[in-house]
Nanobody
Framework: QVQLVESGGGLVQAGGSLRLSCAAS????????TGWFRQAPGKEREFVAS????????NYADSVKGRFAISRDNAKNTVSLQMNSLKPEDTAVYYC???????????????????WGQGTQVTVSS
């Protein structure tokens, strides 16, 4: 019923910026909290950032705090991730996801999310 499509990934040099976008089709994000995760080769999927449905509360992994910014536009059914000062260790496939529950501050575990996008590759060169 819900399909999420990420876009905006690509190749960028260290110190550069990218803006990822996640668009929802089918049902809207509505009041669901959303999050961004990433998975590097040989590593488990890890939490990057999350945002409540109102956009009033955000949370970031320590590794990206101060460099990444998550936002959402409920009217457009989109959630974005602005990534600045990118580092080679940011290289991964980035996924957006919808939290299982409404009206909550989303957590950091992948199992808390029930719908996932296909992922978009972000590669940061040295």
């Amino acid at each position: 019923q819900v399909q999420l499509v990420e876009s905006g990934g690509g190749l960028v040099q260290a110190g550069g910026s990218l803006r990822l976008s996640c668009a929802a089709s089918g049902r809207t994000f509505g009041t669901y909290a959303t999050g961004w995760f990433r998975q590097a080769p040989g590593k488990e999927r890890e939490f990057v950032a999350s945002i409540t449905w109102t956009g009033g509360t955000t949370n970031y992994a320590d590794s990206v705090k101060g460099r990444f910014a998550i936002s959402r536009d409920n009217a457009k059914n989109t959630v974005s991730l602005q990534m600045n000062s990118l580092k080679p260790e940011d290289t991964a496939v980035y996924y957006c996801a919808r939290h299982r529950q409404r009206f909550v501050v989303p957590g950091t575990k992948p199992y808390e999310y029930d719908y996932w996008g296909q992922g978009t590759q972000v590669t940061v060169s040295s």
